[in-house]
């Protein structure tokens, strides 16, 4: 009627790429001529044909030969085999894998002492039977090929005793560890945190840095604030009624999310005695636990903080205040204020590691107001042998290289020259360091 195109009528057009879309000439000839490059076959004489025909019949002959042109390896059996040992029975032990800091417990079965397999340990708390993808996978890095089999010193391999005696050396000409850096990620293992605790005892002046690029800092200095104290916050999901998460994934990363996802997908089975649970989420990307919420809305990163108080100041809590949300609908808080104030006891809320230190303090004011802490929330001693500021710490360590007054710098674990801040300039500093060494399974940038 009014001259504009029936869209119920335009069909779609498809493309075979951004060249095709933007018309390009090179683009046009390549589509109209399947096999553009057949004039130079027409080249090739019938002998020359004959030639690398015979000639890869060759080479695929030798695939027989590898004892010929490959050292040989030979494979070691037992010297003395163990009594209970059956070659080809597979066996299974208990095991912790540690995942920033934090372990998660698994079963690992093994083939002729050989693991192959990694499980959930039904028995572990972390764990109850399930895992994820991520450390199912991690058995395959013990048959990686490329993992290091020696010390390298300048990029050279080296003996394992050339490598200590440089280490000692170094320790030797420092006054009781001055100037020697120790950089390793998050421990929470008790026999990595007294080794390190033995090794400060004999050098005193020595200096331990935690750092990891996705650290918990802002989690830690928001419920020190709420409670006084460093503290370890676990849920217990099973229980919980009611869900918010307000920019947190925790059915996917950070430490329980094993098993959290576990405790929180059996009650959305049908049937489950205590009922079906309820999820609110409120984030600024799309999580695990956004795609299985029942309420979702997309909130700005910069916007939790103001929903947590305002969320607080809905419910009564003290001191609380908050104002409107871009992207929040007011009858979604007034429904999940409601469901809060019925599931008293029964719910839990749930703030992401990145978020401000302000956005957890409230999380855990509200936990506190709704009676959830020491029900679905559980206020424990830190989990970690040593809880710091690691962004602190690793801006400090930063400045010690740049000024020299860091002489020696050991890294265990971790990767910081490629997953330090750009800003940093890590690798430059680095150089800056007399003497620097990196345990690594890999031969990585650092």
Same mark, same amino acid.
């Given at each position: ?313 809905? +419910?009564? @809590?003290? $001191? ?5 949300? *871009?992207?929040? #609908?007011? /009858?979604?808080? =007034?429904? &999940?204020? !409601? ?69 020696? +710098?050991? @890294?265990? $674990? ?5 997953? *330090?801040?750009? #800003?940093? /300039?890590?690798? =430059?500093? &680095?150089? !800056? ?14």
């Amino acid at each position: 009627m009014n001259g504009t195109p029936d869209k119920r009528k335009s069909k779609p057009v498809f493309i075979r790429g951004l060249e095709e879309l933007e018309n390009k000439a090179e683009f046009a000839e390549l589509a109209g001529d399947e096999f553009p490059h057949r004039k130079s076959l027409l080249e090739v004489d019938r002998r020359s044909v004959l030639k690398l025909m015979g000639a890869a019949s060759a080479l695929a002959g030798l695939g027989g030969c590898r004892s010929l042109i490959l050292p040989q390896k030979k494979v070691v059996p037992f010297v003395k085999q163990p009594e209970d040992a059956v070659s080809g029975k597979t066996t299974q032990y208990a095991t912790v894998y540690n995942l920033n800091g934090f372990g998660i417990g698994v079963l690992a079965t093994a083939h002729d002492s050989r693991p192959t397999k990694l499980e959930g340990n039904p028995n572990h708390p972390s764990s109850l039977g399930g895992l994820d993808a991520q450390t199912m996978a991690q058995v395959v890095s013990l048959y990686d090929p490329d993992r290091l089999q020696l010390p390298k010193f300048k990029g050279e391999p080296t003996s394992w005793s050339d490598a200590l005696a440089a280490l000692r050396g170094a320790l030797s000409e420092s006054k009781n560890g001055a100037g020697f850096y120790l950089l390793t990620e998050t421990v929470g293992s008790p026999t990595l945190a007294k080794q390190v605790q033995d090794f400060l005892k004999v050098y005193p002046a020595a200096t331990w840095v935690q750092w990891e690029p996705a650290n918990r800092d802002n989690a830690r200095e928001g419920l020190k604030t709420a409670f006084g104290q460093d503290v370890h916050v676990a849920y217990d999901l099973a229980k919980a009624d009611v869900i918010v998460s307000l920019d947190s994934d925790f059915l996917y990363s950070g430490p329980g999310a094993v098993r959290y996802a576990r405790d929180t997908m059996a009650r959305r089975k049908p049937g489950h005695p205590d009922g079906y649970n309820r999820i609110y989420a409120f984030e600024s990307n799309r999580t695990t636990a956004g795609v299985v919420a029942d309420h979702r809305a997309r909130v700005k990163a910069s916007g939790i903080a103001r929903l947590a108080g305002l969320l607080a100041s809905r +419910l009564g @809590v003290a $001191g609380a205040t908050g104002g409107e949300v *871009a992207g929040v #609908d007011a /009858k979604l808080i =007034d429904a &999940l204020v !409601k469901d809060l104030n019925a599931s008293r006891g029964k719910s839990a809320v749930i703030v992401g590691d990145h978020q401000p230190p302000e956005a957890h303090a409230l999380a855990a004011a509200i936990n506190e107001h709704l009676g959830n802490v020491g029900t679905t929330v559980h206020v424990l001693e830190p989990v970690l042998a040593k809880p710091t500021n690691q962004g602190a710490e690793f801006a400090a360590l930063l400045q010690a290289m740049g000024t020299g007054e860091a002489k020696t +710098l050991l @890294v265990l $674990g971790g990767n910081p020259v490629y997953s *330090a801040y750009g #800003d940093t /300039k890590f690798a =430059d500093l &680095l150089a !800056k360091v007399p003497l620097s060494a990196t345990l690594s399974l890999y031969n990585d940038e650092t």
